[in-house]
């Protein structure tokens, strides 16, 4: 599994510098070594993970985004292993995904929300499920298509979302697809609100996860 996210992150005028970002991770099953990430195209080399949340931490040193500022946080998570679950289907294995989201007090205002779900290779039209989103304040139904890899994929968007609130989506599939990747009886642990160090501002989150990328 990747996950994926490019966060764009407006700070306050009055706040300080957002100098660290916690990036929640769906389980420990990865190697740090191959997170990568980057602020405004530039490399973050300060990757190691959170004394906050289970997951990631980025350290933004002299990239960090100065009080009035914009800047776009792109991380990038693979080899993510571990991630699926039972279905209740019969023959199906099933994932959820929870982006990643911060405390209230620390951010403010709504944001562009945006989350595609693409699911393994080979799936026909009419055999993989769409989780009904939990919390979300957009519409139920998802977009829906192939992407060039002949991936299925769901995708979630609305400008009314919030970067404070845990939503939750996911997907079930026939098990068959997942031969790369065992099924295990359980759900993924999904992080707590991020203490990002942010006094106050605005972010649009595009987040997508992929099963199984080449």
């Known amino acids: 599994m990747l996950v994926e996210y490019w966060f764009t992150f407006t700070n306050d005028p ?3 510098p957002i100098d660290y970002v916690d990036v929640g991770t ?3 099953s990865y190697p740090l070594s191959a997170v990568t990430a980057d602020i405004n195209g530039a490399a973050i080399t300060g990757i ?3 004394s906050y949340v289970d997951g990631i931490e980025l350290a933004l040193g002299g990239k960090a985004i100065r009080p009035g500022d914009t800047g776009i946080v792109h991380v990038r998570i693979p080899n993510i292993t571990n991630a699926l679950y039972v279905s209740d289907v019969e023959d199906y294995a099933s994932f959820n995904f929870s982006p990643n989201y911060f405390g209230s007090e620390y951010v403010k205002g709504t944001t562009e929300l945006t989350v595609t779900l693409y699911l393994p290779p080979g799936i026909e039209p009419d055999q993989p499920i769409y ?3 939990k919390r979300w304040v957009g519409a139920d139904e998802p977009q829906a298509g192939y992407d060039d890899q002949n991936r299925v ?3 979630w968007s609305s400008s009314q979302a919030n970067s404070h609130t845990q939503y939750i989506f996911g997907a079930s599939f026939p098990e068959t697809s997942s031969r790369k990747t065992p099924c ?3 759900r993924l642990r999904w992080p707590v ?3 990002t160090i942010i006094s106050s501002a605005f972010v ?6 992929l099963l199984w990328p080449d």
């Open 14 to 16: 009055s706040a300080s």
């Open 26 to 28: 769906p389980n420990d």
């Open 48 to 50: 190691g993970y959170s």
């Open 131 to 133: 989780h009904t989103p």
């Open 153 to 155: 994929y769901y995708r």
């Open 184 to 186: 295990k009886n359980h």
């Open 193 to 195: 609100s991020s203490p």
């Open 204 to 209: 649009s989150i595009f987040s997508s996860l």
